[in-house]
């Protein structure tokens, strides 16, 4: 053993690995390399603070000013026209449950722009559910009721209220056979649940024109009698047709 250590000693040179000016100068680089990678650390964590701090960043992202001798606006804009009807429930409806709000229809019912056309009845009967806030037998609750309901007997005919052209026609389970009818002047009339129809597209008709049939109510507004579901439009908004009826 002690051969092969005195064999290891004359292996190994006797002078040191490093001088001391090289080991200063060795120590002077790591110096001004640590003093880089200070810097660096420095500016990696003020940048990402830059990024992440919310008193930074989270600021509005809109600032608008008013325009110079100008107050400031508060409050909501007004609308440009008035609206009528109901846009809340009614107070006497407000604990009741499932009440729906509904959109309030445009001014000019009786007046503003024109008078009301004047529509005969349609179909012969009496007035069930009438326009506005009423219980939805199909849905359980209280909702906007756009027109009226004429109660008749299933197979009645149903007849044009006034001069027009038909729009539209279309079928569906909520509605059966539903007719819209133009009568110019922004005015149009709504037919619904009929069974069946005696008039197309384009047709012109007249007051008092069989129009077709009644039937069941839709799924719309099942668990109702029988009846024709009636609305009057003016400028495609619902306003209530009853005025209007002769």
Request: proline share 9%; net charge positive.
């Amino acid at each position: 053993m002690l051969k092969i250590l005195a064999s290891w000693k004359k292996l190994l040179p006797r002078r040191p690995l490093l001088r001391p000016a090289s080991l200063e100068r060795l120590q002077r680089a790591l110096k001004r390399r640590g003093l880089y990678l200070v810097l660096l650390a420095l500016l990696f964590g003020g940048s990402y603070y830059l990024v992440t701090s919310d008193a930074v960043f989270k600021k509005p992202a809109v600032q608008t000013f008013p325009l110079a001798g100008q107050p400031a606006f508060q409050g909501t804009a007004a609308p440009r026209e008035p609206l009528t009807g109901s846009t809340t429930v009614p107070p006497e409806l407000q604990d009741q449950p499932g009440a729906h709000t509904a959109p309030a229809t445009a001014a000019g019912q009786a007046g503003n722009d024109e008078a009301l056309p004047s529509l005969a009845l349609p179909v012969a009967g009496k007035i069930g559910k009438g326009y506005g806030f009423t219980y939805a037998p199909a849905f359980g609750d209280y909702r906007f009721h756009a027109g009226v309901d004429l109660e008749a007997p299933a197979g009645s005919e149903v007849k044009a209220a006034a001069t027009g052209v038909v729009k539209q026609v279309e079928h569906s389970d909520a509605w059966r056979y539903r007719l819209i009818l133009d009568h110019g002047n922004g005015y149009q009339t709504v037919y619904a649940h009929l069974s069946n129809i005696k008039v197309a597209k384009g047709d012109k008709v007249q007051p008092g024109t069989v129009l077709g049939q009644l039937g069941d109510p839709g799924t719309a507004e099942a668990g109702t009698p029988a009846h024709l579901h009636l609305e009057l439009l003016k400028n495609g908004k619902a306003v209530d047709p009853v005025p209007a009826l002769q």
